[in-house]
């Protein structure tokens, strides 16, 4: 047949396009966010630079807010929660690299405590969005999917500390305070600090499948 006769696909409802434009914002702000704090961690580049990186990795997750406010209310969770952790995550980044700068400063180390539990709050709370958004527009495998991955960080993140937790008590490290286990964390190697970004490429991995198939038509 030819082409001028084929049926023209059909168009995209606006809210799918928001929804994935916002995926991918997410798959962004992510994947730049990883990127920079392993280079915060690691101490890259200088400390500036690295502010400015930091800074800058939260720009598409503003973008994605806009397309989340555009979403009815049955497809997004309470976006005001996701602003709200942005904003905390911005605030928090800078300590991770004056914490590398001068790793034996008490309240340095001491704010990473709540900058890696608004990190978590903020993988599981893309995870909640993605489940939500499934469910109003029955999509039940990526909606499984976002539970399993939820599930997945829980698990990654408790090991984490576990494994933290058991070596500090068995080399008896934490006896001589948190200064001493902080500045034996700022010397793992880069090798070692890629197992904190586990939990993101599992989040990364979702956000993609997530927009390929808020692009593709509603099921009938």
């Not at 608004?118 to 990526?142: D, F, H, S």
Request: a positive charge; glycine letters at 4%.
């Amino acid at each position: 047949m030819p082409d001028s006769f084929q049926p023209a696909p059909p168009a995209l409802p606006l809210p799918r396009l928001d929804a994935a434009r916002a995926f991918a914002d997410l798959f962004l702000f992510v994947l730049a966010l990883a990127a920079a704090q392993f280079a915060a961690a690691t101490l890259a580049l200088r400390p500036v630079p690295l502010l400015l990186l930091l800074a800058a990795a939260h720009v598409p997750a503003a973008r994605a807010l806009f397309h989340l406010y555009r979403l009815p209310p049955a497809a997004a969770t309470p976006r005001s929660g996701l602003f709200f952790l942005l904003l905390a995550s911005l605030f928090l980044s800078p300590f991770l690299v004056w914490w590398r700068a001068f790793p034996g400063t008490l309240w340095f180390a001491a704010n990473l405590v709540p900058l890696a539990l608004v990190r978590m709050a903020l993988l599981l709370r893309i995870c909640r969005l993605v489940a939500r958004w499934a469910r109003a527009n029955a999509e039940p495998g990526l909606r499984l999917e976002a539970g399993l991955v939820a599930g997945l960080l829980l698990f990654l993140w408790l090991l984490t500390a576990g494994v933290i937790a058991a070596a500090c008590f068995r080399s008896g490290l934490y006896r001589h305070g948190w200064d001493a286990v902080s500045l034996h964390l700022s010397l793992l190697t880069p090798k070692a600090r890629l197992a904190f970004i586990l939990p993101d490429a599992a989040v990364l991995s979702m956000l993609a499948g997530a927009r390929g198939i808020a692009l593709q038509p509603p099921p009938r």
